[in-house]
């Protein structure tokens, strides 16, 4: 069964930076595209970044983050990143990681809160 742990959230100021990872494990990871999904509070999760599965692909972010977040992976090590810099407070959320189709059950996340 696919499992996802993400890691690598906390508290930051605006105008910070974080890396989140996400480790996979249970699935083909390399041939998975992946996304960064996230969830604040009183909002319905929304995708915010994805990448091809192969290495070198294709990215795509909402107009939200683009040009502060950029999204990464390791087929070698099944796992994704999501590099965030410019952070703004309305980033505040639990971040997830998933596959973009076939959605598997979620992590727990990792909280990301921006706040000074």
């Known amino acids: 069964q696919a499992q996802f742990v993400e890691s690598g959230g906390g508290l930051v100021q605006p105008g910070g930076s974080l890396r989140l990872s996400c480790a996979a494990s249970?699935?083909?990871?390399?041939?998975?595209?992946m996304g960064w999904y996230r969830q604040a509070p009183g909002k319905q999760r929304e995708l915010v970044a994805s990448?091809?599965?192969?290495?070198?692909?294709?990215?795509n972010y909402a107009d939200s983050v683009k040009g502060r977040f950029t999204i990464s992976r390791d087929n070698a090590k099944n796992t994704v990143y999501l590099q965030m810099n410019s952070l703004k407070p309305e980033d505040t959320a639990v971040y997830y990681c998933?596959?973009?189709?076939?959605?598997?059950?979620w992590g727990q996340g990792t909280q990301v809160t921006v706040s000074s």
């Open positions: 998933n596959t973009v189709t076939n959605i598997r059950p």
């Open positions: 249970g699935i083909i990871f390399s041939i998975y595209h």
């Open positions: 990448i091809a599965a192969i290495s070198g692909g294709w990215t």
